[in-house]
């Protein structure tokens, strides 16, 4: 075991005033398995990428280990599989590699494959073991779950339970829960580390949150009273000045009065504003900047019929790969149905079909008349240009728009720049803000999730479950599927 020590570490990208990081000093035993939080757009992958060397910065950080990233980056998708394994870890051994695709419960055939022929999960296992073979190495795990089904997180998860040194940045709690020792959270520009894992970090969380929004208030209060009493102060010492002054003097003498008693007042009178400010300054300070999720709010439209839609029979085939057999749905009012299957199991492609695509298919699809439906897909890669003009062309309303994105974290320095430079978790959270826009009686969501922060996460579900919109979802996030769906459907 050795330590990782971070001392005074101070980062801003080029060209921006707001550090991401400032004066941020912590250390980490190396054998921890650290679990990485906190909103989009924070920093967590800037500081994995800081660990790597891969960015100039202020302060110092010091450590025996060696850093290395997942994903690996991978220059030829064509590369087979066993080479790239070798390329990542060299000094492997045959026995070595065997155990750990037993633990991921992948085939060893898979590595007579190219890489670039494997599946998303399959993708993520071969990195993972590989990555783990090597001696003396921290891994710095950067959203691993985004291409993993439930079962293969419970997979993941439990494989990341047996191992030792590294940083996982994820926003699935239970996969969290289930694998790591502390939890590394960014606070402003700062990082803070805390033993324990998600839910007994968030747990005290909102303790502290609580105390600190009571502690706000009451300081508020202090404050409001302290500036009356300033004003009222101020009132009084004009009233004062102007009754003292001139009674029963001469001419010459009244304006030697008038002049002196006119400085004292105004050295009073500054006095005692200096010790009122201060006395607003001090308590002022002592204000906390709590972190808070305002609640999202959801344009839902009602719609004529009970019956939303039926899916009779569905067969759906990709030349000669059969998806999906004799499959049966129906959604009524009211419904927040979860579907659940693996990887490939055709989940994506029976909300693609309702939402009007074109999918070769058998049996029969009835969707109600006038049914308005809103869709969320997995795909980010179209958006582009400003906010503005996205919500001119989707047709929802701007102010409400970015509204509703400023709750999800969403600073007004975004609103300036083109959706091509979000992150993915702010291109995902731009998705499904337009979504809540829409009137839509529907909503189909594709993997909502993916990328998009814990706290948001938690806002999502708290509005879906304040609203009780009627929706059909595909979610890997087993506790969000847990809180929201009145029915799950496996495929």
């Known amino acids: 075991m050795s330590q990782i020590n971070v001392t005074n570490l101070t980062f801003a990208y080029d060209g921006s005033h707001d550090n991401i990081f400032e004066n941020a000093s912590f250390q980490i035993d190396s054998d921890w398995k650290l679990g990485f939080t906190g909103r989009n757009g924070r920093g967590k992958s800037t500081f994995l990428k800081l660990l790597m060397g891969k960015y100039a910065y202020k302060g110092k950080i010091s450590a025996s280990v060696h850093f290395q990233y997942f994903p690996y980056e991978i220059a030829d998708m064509g590369m087979n599989t066993a080479a790239l394994v070798r390329e990542i870890c060299p000094d492997y051994t045959e026995w070595e590699l065997s155990r750990e695709l037993s633990l991921l419960d992948v085939a060893e055939e898979t590595l007579l494959r190219p890489f670039g022929t494997l599946s998303n999960g399959e993708r993520t296992k071969i990195m993972l073991a590989a990555l783990f073979l090597n001696d003396n190495h921290f891994l710095l795990i950067d959203e691993p779950t985004n291409h993993l089904d439930i079962a293969g997180r419970e997979i993941v998860s439990r494989y990341l339970n047996e191992k030792a040194g590294f940083i996982l940045v994820s926003h699935d709690r239970a996969f969290l829960d289930a694998c790591v020792d502390h939890i590394l959270s960014i606070n402003k520009a700062n990082i803070d580390v805390v033993r324990g894992n998600f839910s007994s970090w968030y747990e005290n969380k909102e303790r502290q949150d609580a105390f600190e929004l009571s502690q706000n208030t009451r300081l508020k209060k202090d404050i409001k009273r302290l500036e009356q009493a300033a004003r009222q102060s101020g009132e009084w010492a004009d009233k004062v000045e102007a009754t003292k002054i001139g009674k029963n003097k001469k001419p010459d003498e009244h304006r030697e009065y008038v002049a002196e008693q006119s400085r004292r007042m105004q050295r009073r009178r500054k006095n005692l504003e200096h010790r009122q400010q201060a006395a607003i300054e001090e308590k002022s300070g002592l204000l906390k900047n709590v972190e808070q999720s305002d609640s999202l709010k959801l344009f839902k439209q009602p719609y004529h019929k009970t019956r939303y ?32 299957g693996k990887n490939g199991s055709g989940k994506s492609s029976i909300l693609k079909l309702i939402c009007g695509e074109h999918i070769p298919r058998r049996g029969d699809v009835s969707i109600g008349s006038g049914l308005n439906i809103s869709y969320v897909s997995q795909d980010t890669s179209g958006l582009s240009g400003n906010l503005a003009d996205y919500a001119r062309q989707c047709g929802i309303d701007e102010s409400i728009f970015k509204a509703l994105l400023r709750k999800l974290d969403f600073s007004r320095l975004q609103f300036e720049k083109d959706m091509q430079d979000f992150s993915e978790g702010q291109k995902k959270k731009t998705l499904l803000a337009k979504s809540l826009c829409e009137k839509a009686h529907l909503l189909v969501w594709d993997e909502p999730l993916n990328y998009v922060d814990v706290l948001s996460r938690i806002q999502i579900e708290d509005l879906l479950l304040a609203y009780e919109p009627t929706i059909l979802f595909v979610e890997h996030d087993w506790i969000f599927c847990e809180r929201v769906a009145t029915r799950m459907v496996g495929i």
Do not use: M, P
Request: hydrophobic fraction near 45%; charge should be negative; avoid cysteine.
């Open 309 to 340: 839609l039926t899916l009779t029979n569905l067969s759906i085939a990709y030349g000669e790969k059969t998806v999906l057999t004799d499959f049966n749905l129906s959604i009524e009012a009211g419904d927040r149905i979860a579907l659940q």
